[in-house]
């Protein structure tokens, strides 16, 4: 086979699922699945509705955004185009577990998304793989070519620009600093990309404040290398030496930080380079925080100008824009992190997600949410997080303070 064949044959696999005949069903059962009229009605009055003393606020901007409205569609999409075939998922199509078990449903199988097994090897020419919203690592797309799947690739665009940016960092010899989340999936992707064409660029993934003050402290006066590569062990790549790789930075960020942070460190690694070299030419950086984790943050301390007396965040407990808006809500008034409407499981009890212990822990607010007293309620849900989990969890609220789910839903 030619270069050029083999060229074709491997953009063959890339497979276009978006064909209008199947489109069209799609967009119904995903509506069928996933939307709310009760909360479009909601939306467009304002965000909030009112029953006797009880008031429910939504946030401006919530649920799913336009990369995983996308991913789903694919998902189902491919259902529908390989009826017959073995489909597969890299991990999860989003972080709601509503929405995978949708998938699961349909026979979407998901493949492990930390490390490659042998189901990869067993893959062949008439399987399926999806790869998830947050992309996957190079490894993997390598692998799946090598494989010869057909690949339905619902990686969002603007996780791709951050591929861009950390792409071209290590083409001009520059380690990426990355802020986010190991472990997670996009960072992990990202990652792979900041090892360049060549796969010989570094990076370093760094999570806090505390992480950034270690990185900056060893940049400007040395340290002990063993316990920094233990401190940071799975958050850098391979060979990365902090004596030889820090020498230019450039900082990329995992798209759902919370984005006050991420400035933050940004600043601090540009001051850094500043102190130790008298000017930043050393130094770049790229806001890659997605439009649409931005809009939920935003519109989330638009929500919190209200008097509430409790907020409800609604989605996976693994999803990264979800837990940043509890972070900022539980800074204000009492936050619940819920998975849906099932957590409040009456006034006296919620099962809320402790971001911090990264437990469920049951509390008790028989006082908060009295029948007897006028209440506000605010909630916001992730980007990953579909309409019916908010309707559901607003209908609850209602139910909760003696109003019927069909009151709540002729609002
Ligand atoms: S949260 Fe942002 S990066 Fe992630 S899928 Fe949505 S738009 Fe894309």
Redesign the pocket.
């Known amino acids: 086979m030619t270069n050029t064949q083999d060229k074709d044959q491997k953009k063959r696999k890339r497979v276009n699922v978006r064909r209008p005949d199947v489109m069209e069903i799609v967009e119904q059962e995903v509506a069928r699945h996933y939307t709310s009229s009760l909360v479009e009605k909601v939306k467009a009055n304002h965000g909030g509705v009112t029953i006797g003393n009880t008031t429910v606020i939504l946030a401006q901007q919530f649920g799913f955004?336009?990369?995983?409205e996308r991913?789903i569609d694919l998902a189902y999409a491919s259902r529908r185009v390989f009826s017959e075939n073995n489909i597969y998922l890299i991990g999860e199509i989003i972080h709601n577990p509503e929405v995978n078990e949708q998938l699961e449903e349909m026979k979407i199988v998901s493949l492990p998304w930390q490390q490659m097994d042998e189901q990869y090897d067993k893959l062949g020419t008439d399987d399926v793989v999806i790869v998830p919203?947050f992309g996957a690592p190079i490894s993997f797309m390598e692998k799946l070519e090598k494989q010869g799947v057909a690949v339905v690739d619902t990686t969002?665009?603007?996780?791709m620009k951050v591929w861009r940016r950390v792409n071209g960092y290590a083409k001009n010899g520059i380690t990426s600093i990355i802020h986010g989340k190991k472990g997670h999936e996009e960072t992990r992707a990202t990652a792979s990309r900041a090892l360049g064409k060549d796969k010989d660029g570094h990076y370093l993934v760094v999570l806090t404040l505390d992480d950034t003050d270690y990185v900056i402290n060893y940049m400007l006066n040395g340290g002990d290398k063993a316990a920094f590569l233990a401190r940071f062990s799975g958050a850098t790549s391979e060979n990365f030496d902090p004596d030889a790789h820090l020498e230019q930075i450039g900082v990329a960020n995992q798209?759902?930080m919370l984005k006050s942070e991420t400035e933050n460190i940004q600043k601090l690694f540009r001051e850094a380079i500043i102190n130790r070299d008298g000017k930043d030419e050393k130094f770049q950086v790229f806001d890659t925080i997605?439009?649409?984790?931005q809009e939920r943050q935003d519109a989330l301390f638009q929500l919190l100008k209200n008097d509430m007396d409790a907020l409800l965040v609604v989605g996976g407990y693994n999803s990264s824009?979800t837990t940043h808006l509890v972070e900022i809500g539980q800074e204000h008034l009492p936050t619940f992190f819920i998975r849906n409407a099932s957590n409040i499981e009456s006034l006296e009890r919620i099962i809320h997600f402790d971001i911090e212990q990264k437990t469920l822990v049951p509390r008790s607010y028989s006082e908060l949410l009295d029948p007897e007293k006028k209440i506000i309620i605010g909630i916001t849900a992730g980007?990953s997080c579909p309409s019916n989990l908010i309707e559901a969890t607003m209908v609850r609220v209602f139910e909760l303070r003696g109003i019927k789910k069909e009151t709540v839903l002729t609002q």
């Open positions: 955004c336009y990369g995983v991913a919203a969002c665009g603007d996780v798209t759902t997605c439009g649409a984790t824009n980007a």
